[in-house]
């Protein structure tokens, strides 16, 4: 079974800075996606990037970009120029490409507080 | 239509009793999923719907818990002699098909004492 590990359960980071926030992943399979989600205490999961795991290119959105490491399993997220609207909870999670498997799977999260 | 609903925000029940928990899509979404996430975890999955049918309900943690969405839109997450380890929230997401990105919406915290 595929599981998900955020090492980091809280993180903080000057307003204007950057931060990167860690997630590794295990797996058997070669294709899959991976996601970050973004919880604000409003409870409700905000897709942030998606990362198809047969493209080699990072994706970006915005201030927000992935430092996606196929062979060491790891998806971390990098948020430039922070902002307070940014303090949430951070989830990542898996989600397999076999057919019939689609559930996400979650890590515990990392705890973004930002700082002015 | 505007985002994924969730109805009620809030559910308190006594140990025992049985609930009813409602999901309302996006409009036009045929894939709907229901996750739970325990306080300091992240969410995990319960049960997906392809239309109107159960595609994977693997998640579900006992018989106690059943779902239905008997006309491919609105889907009821029903809990049955609810126990106080179901406290929780109950997270329903949709996406336009299966294999699509899948919006969340803002949950309902039960509450089980």
């Known amino acids: 079974a595929q599981t998900v590990t955020q090492s980091q359960p809280e993180m903080s980071v000057q307003e204007a800075e950057t931060v990167t926030l860690s997630c590794t992943y295990d797996?058997?399979?070669?294709?899959?996606?991976l996601f970050w989600y973004k919880q604000p205490p409003s409870r409700q999961m905000i897709l942030v990037i998606r990362q198809e795991a047969y493209k080699q290119q990072n994706a970006t959105e915005n201030r927000f970009s992935v430092n996606f490491q196929k062979a060491a399993k790891s998806f971390s997220l990098k948020i430039s120029d922070s902002q307070l609207g940014d303090a949430a909870m951070y989830f990542c999670?898996?989600?397999?490409?076999?057919?019939?498997?689609?559930?996400?799977?979650f890590g515990k999260g990392t705890k973004l507080t930002v700082n002015p | 239509g505007a985002g994924v609903s969730q109805t009620p925000s809030n559910k308190v029940t006594e140990k025992g009793k049985y609930v009813e928990l409602r999901c309302d899509p996006i409009?036009?979404?045929?894939?709907l999923y229901w996750y739970r996430q325990s306080l300091g975890q992240g969410p995990e999955f319960l049960i997906y719907f392809q239309g109107t049918g159960a595609a994977d309900d693997s998640g579900l943690p006992n018989d106690r818990f059943f779902a239905v969405r008997p006309e491919g839109s609105v889907s009821t997450l029903k809990i049955q002699r609810t126990e106080r380890g179901d406290s929780a929230v109950y997270l329903c997401?949709?996406?336009?098909?299966?294999?699509?990105?899948?919006?969340f919406g803002p949950g309902t915290r039960l509450t089980v004492l």
């Open positions: 409009s036009g979404h045929t894939a």
């Open positions: 797996t058997s399979e070669s294709d899959y996606y």
């Open positions: 999670a898996y989600r397999s490409r076999i057919g019939g498997s689609e559930k996400l799977v």
């Open positions: 997401a949709s996406s336009l098909t299966v294999g699509d990105t899948q919006y």
